[in-house]
């Protein structure tokens, strides 16, 4: 059974930062590529970063709003993918999910429940 767990989120002044994580379980993690997506009230969802399954030629992807603040990396050995939020801002609230897509589909095929972040002073 596929399973994608999102922990990490919470309340943050603007400025501060958050680590949040996605555990996986149920496939071959190092074979997906994985990405962070965030959704606002009222709002679409967007594509906050996204990470390849390779090693060594990993290759990245960053929302333009989100770039220089934001990194997303991998523990492939955990089986979990996490995004560094650094100097956040008000408009970053919104509930963070991490979705995971195998090597012969161009979308995700499976999503976490969703971690809320709230920036606030």
């Known amino acids: 059974q596929v399973q994608l767990v999102e922990s990490g989120g919470g309340l943050v002044q603007p400025g501060g930062s958050l680590r949040l994580a996605c555990t996986a379980s149920?496939?071959?993690?190092?074979?997906?590529?994985m990405s962070w997506y965030r959704q606002a009230p009222g709002k679409e969802r967007e594509l906050v970063a996204a990470?390849?399954?390779?090693?060594?030629?990993?290759?990245?992807a960053y929302a333009d709003s989100v770039k220089g603040r934001f990194t997303i990396s991998r523990d492939n050995a955990k089986n979990t993918v996490y995004l560094q939020m650094n100097s956040l801002k008000p408009e970053d609230t919104a509930v963070y999910s991490c979705?995971?897509?195998?090597?012969?589909?161009?979308?995700?095929?499976?999503w976490g429940q969703g971690t809320q972040v709230t920036v606030s002073s």
């Open positions: 979705c995971a897509r195998p090597p012969y589909l161009t979308h995700c095929s499976s």
């Open positions: 149920g496939f071959t993690f190092s074979s997906y590529a």
């Open positions: 990470i390849n399954p390779f090693g060594s030629n990993t290759n990245y």
